[in-house]
């Protein structure tokens, strides 16, 4: 029986591009369809494992065939990959450079990476909408600031802000229905929102990330999402702690703002209050309650219980 293989694989629209770190095979490329990927995976070894970056949708059907067909699938961050490449000194960049880096990266690192985990249809739809609603509203963001003061065109900027503001709405009322029509994820939403301030949107994206993503604790999600503090330290010197800013941004800036909100209620005020009289800057504040938040999600989504403001304290 032929021994698992460690495949990279550099993913296209059209096409890919696959190598083995072991060179058992030659990179080389084929048709980013079903049938042809089909037909390639069968011809894999039993447990050989397939390592792909993350490119929004291009690398969900290998990722889903592979899974079906029970090899081990890595779905990984494309910083990690380019850092690692630089760390190797790779000299060059193309679709099979690419391939072999995940491979090798691949066939050395897989036992610290997480095993893809395909979402299931109403998790999958969930997640399109919100960042497709996340794009919606940075545009408008983005828009407001640039047209704020055309005061010659007012009229029509308004007019074209409240389109915006009716497809979000109507983005918002689909997510709605996707919740409502499972009862048990619309009361796991609830509890997630008896945080407070936390909305319909943040308790959303929360609960489809906990309920796929199997986290050991709380702090293993507050590293998921990318609000973990980052040591910089060398010999004496203890350098100044930032966020890792790892993981899904769009949830961490839900977060980010729920913490916003959050620090004008009881009880988190005075949590807000306590780390502002330390020195800390309001940033760094708002960070701090996010982080608690996100801790608080874990332990409601875990235990099923619902939020506690007599457990909140003021460590970090």
């Known amino acids: 029986m032929q021994s698992p293989l460690d495949i990279g694989v550099d993913i296209a629209k059209d096409e890919l591009v696959v190598a083995c770190a072991a060179n058992t095979f030659a990179p080389h490329t084929i048709a980013n369809r079903r049938p042809e990927l089909r037909t390639w995976l069968k011809s894999l070894p039993p447990g050989s494992r397939i390592g792909l970056e993350s490119t929004g949708t291009y690398h969900q059907l ?27 000194s790779t000299r060059a960049k193309t679709d099979r450079v690419d391939a072999q880096i995940i491979a ?14 395909p979402p299931t249809a109403d998790q999958r739809r969930i997640d399109q ?14 828009l407001h600031q640039s047209l704020n003061t055309l005061d010659s065109c007012r009229s029509e900027v308004r007019a074209m ?22 009862p048990e994820r619309l009361q796991s939403e609830q509890r997630l929102q008896s945080i407070i301030g ?32 980052r040591p910089d330290d060398s010999g004496q010197r ?3 702690r930032r966020l890792s800013k790892r993981g899904p941004g769009e949830l961490r800036r839900l977060l980010f703002n729920a913490a916003m909100s959050a620090s004008q209620c009881e009880p988190w ?48």
């Open 62 to 88: 290998l990722a889903d065939l592979a899974y079906k067909l029970r090899l081990a699938v890595f779905v990984l961050n494309p910083r990690d990959i380019r850092h690692y490449a630089k760390g190797v």
């Open 104 to 117: 090798r990266y691949l066939s050395r690192e897989y036992l610290n990476l997480h095993p893809y985990q």
């Open 129 to 142: 909408l919100l960042k497709r609603r996340a794009k919606l509203t940075a545009i408008r963001a983005t």
């Open 161 to 182: 802000f409240s389109k915006f503001d009716a497809l979000i709405k109507k983005i918002d009322l689909m997510l709605a229905r996707v919740s409502a029509a499972c």
């Open 198 to 229: 936390v909305g319909p949107i943040v308790g959303m994206s929360l609960f489809n990330l906990l309920q796929r993503v199997p986290f050991r604790n709380a702090d293993a999600l507050v590293a998921f999402i990318g609000y973990d503090t």
């Open 238 to 240: 203890r350098g100044r």
């Open 269 to 316: 005020i005075p949590i807000y209050r306590h780390y502002r009289d330390k020195g800390l800057s309001s940033t760094a504040a708002f960070c701090i309650i996010a982080r608690k938040i996100a801790r608080a999600a874990w332990s409601i989504f875990k235990y099923k219980t619902t939020f506690d403001p007599k457990r909140l304290t003021c460590q970090p």
